[in-house]
């Protein structure tokens, strides 16, 4: 049930509107942002709300039951709130998000919870982000089981999957000599050719730290992205990379010695070499 103090009631009574939009993103890592569409910050129930603007929302569409409650939200990007850095790290994904309004002229009132819910899909384009808003129900519509096929569907290194790559070459840490946003020079990369290839690159520090980014391919002294980095890592940056698996039992025997744990139906017949014949 939504509730609203008497002052905020009075606000929203009165014919000539105070009313500030609110939103609160508490991420997974613990940071909390507040945002507003108001001229300048507002400090609302503890939190205090950065005025941001450019600050655009879509419609509301408030209902009662699990639904979706139809929000989506964007505004320019800034290193203080929403950085391209942090959106490309991951740190907005699944973020907890509550669009609330309050009296600009009286923040200590309180706010009105208008809509909640968790960061779906986010973009940029240009110097903007938009964010939409996913309901509960989102969740309940989310596939759960597995599905046969030959390829393993454990991700690699993860419980199911049970390799261990502490202390192994199938992971390594370097440091970068020259980068651009789709290559990393690092002279210190001396592994066989191909090793690398379809595996995962984490950067380890700077604005940048978090990101994880595939690797198309990696030969000795040079690691080729599968896409794009939103900037470039500085020289001297740190990153991890892991050696890639392509989901195949002959994979995961030869190159993992790892067939007991392999997660897929080797012997399942592939739909897509059934529909060449």
């Known amino acids: 049930m939504r509730t609203t103090s008497a002052a905020l009631a009075a606000a929203l009574a009165r014919p000539l509107g105070s009313l500030a939009r609110l939103w609160r993103v508490e991420r997974h890592d613990g940071a909390v942002i507040g945002l507003t569409d108001h001229d300048r910050d507002l400090v609302v129930e503890g939190t205090l709300y950065r005025a941001r603007a450019g600050m655009v929302p879509g419609a509301v569409d408030a209902r009662t ?60 384009t240009g110097s903007r982000w938009r964010a939409e808003l996913r309901g509960v129900s989102q969740r309940l519509q989310q596939g759960i089981g597995m599905a046969y096929g030959p390829d393993c569907t454990a991700d690699f290194a993860d419980a199911r999957c049970g390799v261990a790559v502490a202390g192994t070459g199938f992971e390594v840490d370097g440091v970068i000599a020259a980068a651009t946003a789709t290559a990393i020079a690092d002279p ?90």
């Open 65 to 124: 039951g699990l639904g979706v409650d139809g929000l989506d939200v964007g505004g320019p990007l800034d290193d203080d709130a929403v950085s391209a850095a942090d959106i490309a790290c991951g740190r907005f994904d699944d973020a907890r998000v509550d669009f609330a309004i309050a009296d600009w002229t009286a923040p200590e009132a309180g706010r009105l919870l208008l809509a909640a819910g968790r960061i779906g899909e986010i973009s940029i």
């Open 188 to 277: 210190a990369r001396t592994e066989t050719a191909g090793w690398f290839d379809g595996g995962r690159l984490t950067i380890l520090d700077g604005a940048l730290a978090g990101l994880v980014a595939d690797v198309a391919i990696c030969t000795q002294g040079g690691i080729v992205l599968a896409r794009p980095l939103p900037t470039a890592p500085p020289v001297g940056c740190g990153y991890r990379l892991r050696v890639g698996c392509d989901k195949r039992m002959a994979t995961c025997a030869t190159r993992f010695d790892n067939a007991a744990s392999f997660r897929g139906f080797p012997f399942t017949p592939d739909p897509g070499a059934l529909e060449a014949e």
